[in-house]
Nanobody, 126 residues
Framework: QVQLVESGGGTVQAGGSLKISCVAS????????MGWFRQAPGKEREFVAG????????YYTDSVKGRFTISRDNAKKTMYLQMNSLTPGDTAVYYC???????????????????WGQGTQVTVSS
């Protein structure tokens, strides 16, 4: 069983940057592909970024390409999302998720992921 805890959310002005983290406990972190999702009020949860279990594969939804960077440190059992050039449209609760073996290739659907964190709020003011 894997527990995921996000942190680092907050309020930032448009154009600013924020880095959020996801720390895992239990299980073997390096075995899991990981992903970030977000959910804005009144909207469905959507995929933001994913990273393979050895960090070779990194992929993003189109709206964040060039602005967000996903990374992981297996020794620290931590995944990160560096968010730059933030806009009010990025305001949401951000969730991290783990895709346990057997992993899905290029996982980006909610059903591809087995474990979820509780979320961290990111608010971008105009």
């Amino acid at each position: 069983q894997v527990q995921l805890v996000e942190s680092g959310g907050g309020t930032v002005q448009a154009g600013g940057s924020l880095k959020i983290s996801c720390v895992a406990s239990g299980g073997t972190f390096s075995d899991y592909a990981m992903g970030w999702f977000r959910q804005a009020p009144g909207k469905e949860r959507e995929f933001v970024a994913g990273i393979g279990w050895v960090s070779l594969n990194k992929y993003y939804t189109d709206s964040v390409k060039g602005r967000f960077t996903i990374s992981r440190d297996n020794a620290k059992k931590t995944m990160y999302l560096q968010m730059n050039s933030l806009t009010p449209g990025d305001t949401a609760v951000y969730y991290c998720a783990a895709d346990a073996p057997p992993r899905h290739s290029w996982a980006r659907n909610i059903d591809d992921f087995d474990y979820w964190g509780q979320g961290t709020q990111v608010t971008v003011s105009s």
